[in-house]
């Protein structure tokens, strides 16, 4: 398989895992005999400094013309601490998913076992969970007219959904649900906004093509204090921009880490995999990024965009391994965690690199072995 591959690093500590999700890509190439091609582009805070643009027209070309893109982060204290900054990193990153068509983000909630102590979450509460969010990305209060008025006194933000945007990320959440336990939770504040009254109206009619999957509604509250109460009762979740974004951030407690979480924004066409950390310019360029999120999300990348579970269930394995070894990163290392075993990102990438590659030599030695009794038994 030949795949062209953009990666875009972006700013913070982007830079530093995607560099660990690439090395697991090169190695599945390598191992597994697929040809993938990489280049870098420029967004956010970097771009911004180079262009002006925080998405420049070169970047967007490339994002337009390649199989799958691996991104970091963007975001940058500088507009943080000046809100009045017209052009923003993350101005880039809402165009992106715009142009691109990116509709649908993706993000599994996998606990694993040996991070359950991380968590500040009871472990018999969390133990088991296994959720997958359906958070719309291209509509919802990020896209919707937006100003000040009243010599600035008052702000508005108008968030505003159409039919054809919650019908199609709502068929992609119950085709999900049929591969998994059936159960779509589709969460909104109908009892306050009409454009969730619109939402909680348009996924009932598409349930009805679902006959095998059971649908419940909650309000993104009494949704926001369960996740964290039972994590165990939710499947697929569906949601609206505003409230995934909220709901997804707050699920990382469930996974210990936000360091943990890998996602991917998809459409029609190219897909987009990330972790979900963030740019953390707190601990950019001391080494102890950790670089699993991207890892986790270059499995997504083989899985979604390429077809190769395979390759995805050996990179989810090594992670497994790497994990159960005791290897840690300082954001998922406790009390219990020897220092001996706290990695930097580039020990940590390496590390679920050199466990890959084991679990690859398995995987190939097995096949030869299969293929040598098949030829065997066929010449007697």
């Known amino acids: 398989m030949k795949k062209k591959i953009v990666i875009l690093p972006g700013d913070g500590i982007g830079k530093e895992v995607t560099a660990e999700g690439k090395k697991v890509l090169e190695k599945i190439g390598e191992v597994f005999g697929h040809e993938f091609t990489f280049e870098e582009a420029e ?27 691996l991104f970091g982060a963007v975001g940058h204290p500088k507009y943080d601490n000046d809100p009045t900054l017209k052009v923003r990193p993350e101005q880039g990153l809402l165009k992106m998913r715009k142009e691109l068509g990116l509709y649908a983000n993706l993000r599994p909630i996998k606990l694993f076992d040996e991070l ?3 968590s500040s979450i009871k472990p018999e509460i969390l ?24 010599e600035g006194k008052t702000a508005y933000d108008l968030m505003i ?14 085709k999900s649900a049929q591969t998994r336990g059936k159960k779509v939770t589709s ?34 509250d009494a949704a926001a204090m369960k996740l964290i109460q039972n994590p165990k009762s939710f499947d697929v979740v569906l949601t609206g921009n505003l409230f995934g974004d909220i709901l997804t951030d707050e699920a990382s407690q469930i996974a210990g880490s936000m360091g943990m979480l890998a996602s991917a924004s998809i459409g029609d066409t190219v897909g ?20 699993l999120a991207s ?13 190769l579970k395979t390759e995805a269930d050996a990179v989810i394995s090594a992670v497994e391994q790497t994990l159960r070894d005791g290897w840690r990163t300082t954001d998922i290392a406790d009390g219990k965690t020897a220092s001996n075993k706290v990695l930097n990102t580039q020990k940590m990438g390496d590390t679920v690199i050199s466990k890959l590659t084991k679990n690859t030599e398995a995987i190939n030695m097995t ?14």
């Open 272 to 291: 987009l995999y990330e972790p979900i950390h963030g740019s953390a310019h707190d601990i950019t360029g001391k080494g102890i990024a950790n670089p």
């Open 43 to 69: 967004i956010g805070h970097d771009a911004i400094e180079a262009t002006g643009n925080p998405l420049p027209d070169e970047t967007l070309i490339k994002l337009k013309n390649c199989d799958a893109i």
């Open 116 to 118: 359950l102590e991380a």
């Open 367 to 380: 096949a030869l072995n299969t293929a040598t009794y098949i030829a065997s038994t066929s010449i007697h």
């Open 295 to 307: 890892i986790l999300s270059v499995a997504l990348m083989l899985d979604i965009s390429f077809g």
């Open 161 to 174: 959904y159409q039919k054809y945007e919650i019908e199609r990320i709502a068929h992609k959440a119950f």
């Open 187 to 220: 969460v909104d504040k109908a009892n306050v906004l009409e454009s969730s009254r619109l939402w909680r109206e348009v996924v009932n009619e598409v349930s009805k093509q679902y006959p095998d999957v059971k649908l419940e509604h909650q309000f993104i």
């Open 127 to 150: 133990k088991g969970s296994d959720i997958l969010f359906f958070r719309e990305l291209t509509g919802d209060v990020y896209f919707g007219e937006k100003g000040r008025k009243d």
